[in-house]
């Protein structure tokens, strides 16, 4: 599955419950999950 493939996927599914600005976020976070100092933090704020 390609880069594109997987984000089609995932805004697909998380459409249902995000919005698209915490889609793109979500996305980042994933992307940069090894380099975040608080992944449970960051993540968190996506949802609020």
Known sequence: MTDDE???KFDA???T?????AII???RLC???ATLPN????VA???Q
């Not at 419950?17 to 600005?21: E, P, Q, T």
């Open 6 to 8: 997987l984000d089609a």
């Open 39 to 42: 992944v449970g933090k960051q």
């Open 13 to 15: 599914q998380a459409r």
């Open 31 to 33: 992307r940069s999950v």
């Open 45 to 47: 704020a996506v949802w």
């Open 17 to 21: 419950v995000l919005s698209g600005g």
């Open 25 to 27: 976020e979500l996305l």
